[in-house]
């Protein structure tokens, strides 16, 4: 179990136009999930918090209004780049929180495979 | 402020040839330690949670350890498809204001040579 997908995997885009990925937890029902941005051969950097039904938590330096999120469902949350520019490309990977319940401590986060963007 | 320190940042070994990697960290309220598997151009695989020090969790070739100041992920006979960066990652109490956030560390890459 705890299985999240990502779509799509790879896009490549014209500067200018917006892109919309897909998070979803395919086996279990998310509360919480989380956007990452990965640069080659660094860590991952969280960009936004996001739970259902509400507002997303951005961290700071993130434009909000350039990553959109929207947390719709327990199984789904979408990240739309509006109006891409080359410097928004990079590996962009979601996670989804699944309690443990009855277990003190913190919860686990599982992740999906990413989505690679290009933006010529 | 959350930190975490992962060392070493690459580290070759032979096929067979055990090694342990370490993560030191700095948080608030421990609510957990997570250990990652990232393979180039995918997502972190999840590994282990360890909660309180003292703990101990395996899984095939791989053992997770945690104090109250680092945690280590034993490697045991390591093969070739164990290659792969491994990045350990904090949660405490002041993730986020209930947020659960995670606090990474920049990873070890591991390569194992046949």
């Known amino acids: 179990g705890a299985v999240v997908s990502q779509h799509p995997s790879w896009v490549i885009c014209k500067s200018g136009t917006s892109v919309k990925i897909e998070c979803r937890s395919l086996?279990?029902?998310?509360?919480?999930m989380f956007w990452y941005r990965q640069f080659p051969k660094q860590s991952l950097m969280l960009m936004a918090t996001?739970?259902?039904?509400?507002?997303?938590?951005?961290e700071q330096g993130v434009e909000k209004d350039k990553f959109l999120i929207n947390h719709a469902s327990l199984t789904l949350s979408t990240l739309t780049v509006t109006s891409a520019h080359p410097e928004d490309s990079s590996f962009y990977i979601c996670s989804a929180r699944r309690g443990s319940p009855g277990l003190a401590g913190g919860e686990t986060q599982y992740f999906g495979p990413g989505t690679r963007l290009l933006v010529l | 402020e959350d930190q975490v320190t992962q060392s070493p940042e690459a580290l070759r070994l032979q096929e067979g040839e055990s090694s342990s990697l370490n993560c030191s960290y700095t948080?608030?309220?421990?609510?957990?330690l997570f250990w990652y598997r990232q393979d180039p151009g995918k997502g972190p695989e999840f590994l282990f949670t360890l909660y309180s020090a003292g703990e101990e969790k395996e899984k095939e070739r791989l053992k997770a350890t945690l104090t109250k100041k680092e945690s280590f992920l034993h490697i045991t006979a390591p093969k070739p498809e164990d290659s792969a960066t491994y990045l350990c990652?904090?949660?405490?109490?002041?993730?986020?204001?209930?947020?659960?956030?995670?606090?990474f560390g920049k990873g070890t890459k591991l390569s194992v040579i046949p």
């Open positions: 996001s739970n259902e039904g509400s507002k997303a938590t951005y």
């Open positions: 990652a904090v949660q405490g109490d002041n993730s986020g204001a209930g947020s659960y956030q995670l606090t």
């Open positions: 086996d279990f029902q998310a509360t919480t």
């Open positions: 948080v608030s309220g421990l609510r957990g």
